[in-house]
């Protein structure tokens, strides 16, 4: 496990826009691996958003954002971004990053053993 620490959550108007940071601290990611982010508004179960393969660069989006959201790696910085563009309230969650090594499953939460403490996103109509 690599401590992942988020930031960049705060609270705008819908059809604004927000960046998310991951930094993995401590240690680095070698190999290849999943990188992304998860988001769990209250009620709701945890969901895959945006999640990164390492080695070939390659995106996978869930059908809820695509188009509006991008994520992105600077591996020189061990950070990964999430760039939400025309939010909608029902974007609101806590959103979480998290990290695992490649298995072929990305948007699926089982096998992710690296967390972040999580920073909330509120989109108010």
């Known amino acids: 496990q690599v401590p992942l620490v988020e930031s960049g959550g705060g609270s705008v108007q819908a059809g604004e826009s927000l960046r998310l940071s991951c930094t993995a601290s401590?240690?680095?990611?070698?190999?290849?691996?999943?990188m992304g982010w998860f988001r769990q508004a209250p009620g709701k179960e945890r969901e895959g958003v945006a999640v990164?393969?390492?080695?070939?660069?390659?995106?996978y989006y869930a059908d809820s954002v695509k188009g509006r959201f991008t994520i992105s790696q600077d591996n020189a910085k061990n950070t990964n971004y999430l760039q939400m563009n025309s939010l909608k309230p029902e974007d609101s969650a806590m959103y979480y990053c998290?990290?695992?090594?490649?298995?072929?499953?990305?948007?699926?939460?089982?096998?992710?053993?690296?967390w972040g403490q999580g920073t909330q996103v509120t989109v108010s109509s």
């Open positions: 998290a990290a695992k090594r490649y298995d072929g499953r990305p948007l699926d939460l089982r096998g992710y053993n690296s």
């Open positions: 401590g240690s680095e990611y070698t190999g290849y691996y999943f």
């Open positions: 990164v393969w390492s080695e070939p660069g390659e995106h």
